[in-house]
């Protein structure tokens, strides 16, 4: 009896020791497998949202950063033109009996006589001329306005390299138009040139401003503006 009660013990305690062992064994190579992928996933899925993060983050910023510079160029367009003043010139200096307004404008640049300057000046009025060149953007050139004629005028390039400065490099281009109404009673019309001979001392009563953007993506979008002349009012 006693033999059979140590080979039962013995069985036992073989059992036990097979059982601990099972359980105290280290992962398989299946399950160290799998936990490396789902952790990859997880951290791919983290890193994939991340980017989204940020590209939305930039586009964000891109974004606010093209407004402000649209309102602030808008801005300084609409001061310059609305302060137009009527600066009255002659053809040449024998003829002083015939006067016009120096506002010339064409569909694609506009040069007058301004209260208003871009470069700061508080006295003075200024000569400004507008227009845009391929690739570079809208440039305004601006001198003082002290000539008499239009022959001294003519003499001076706005669009010289120590004159011109560059406004705005996203504006692919610029075009204006003119509206005249020669008495109160007629309806008026909008015009493609302003040519101050003709008008003589006339001023257009407002000006449209059509600004073609351009973004870094080459996606173009327009702002337009209609701008009143105080002068002509």
């Known amino acids: 009896m006693l033999a059979a009660a140590k080979n039962r013990t013995k069985s036992c305690s073989k059992e036990n020791t097979g059982m601990i062992g099972k359980s105290g064994s280290g992962f398989t190579l299946i399950e160290i497998m799998l936990a490396v992928s789902i952790l990859a996933m997880v951290i791919a899925v983290i890193s994939t ?16 950063e093209s407004l402000q510079t649209k309102r602030a160029v808008n801005a300084l367009i609409y001061r310059e033109i ?9 053809p040449g200096e024998l003829d002083t ?43 305004i050139g601006e001198r003082e306005a002290l000539v008499s004629n239009l022959s001294d005028l003519n003499d001076i ?10 406004v705005c490099s996203e504006i692919k281009e610029i075009s204006f138009r003119y509206f ?5 009673d007629e309806e008026g019309e909008w015009q493609e040139n ?10 257009p009563l407002f000006v449209e401003v059509l600004l ?22």
């Open 157 to 166: 390039d706005l669009r010289d390299e120590d004159t011109a400065v560059s």
């Open 212 to 233: 073609v953007y351009i973004d870094d993506n080459d996606e173009e979008s327009e702002e337009v503006l209609i701008i009143p002349v105080m002068a002509a009012s």
């Open 49 to 64: 949202s991340f980017r989204i993060g940020i590209n939305a983050w930039e586009k964000g910023e891109s974004k606010i």
């Open 82 to 90: 609305n302060s137009v003043y009527p600066y009255t010139i002659t």
């Open 180 to 184: 005249e109404r020669k008495n109160k």
């Open 97 to 139: 009996h015939i006067k016009y307004n120096a506002f010339f404008g064409e569909s694609d640049s506009l040069k007058f006589v301004s209260h208003a300057s871009t470069t700061g000046r508080s006295t003075g009025l200024s000569l400004i001329e507008m227009w845009t060149e391929e690739e570079k953007g809208l440039f």
């Open 194 to 203: 302003w040519d101050p001979e003709d008008k003589k001392k006339r001023l």
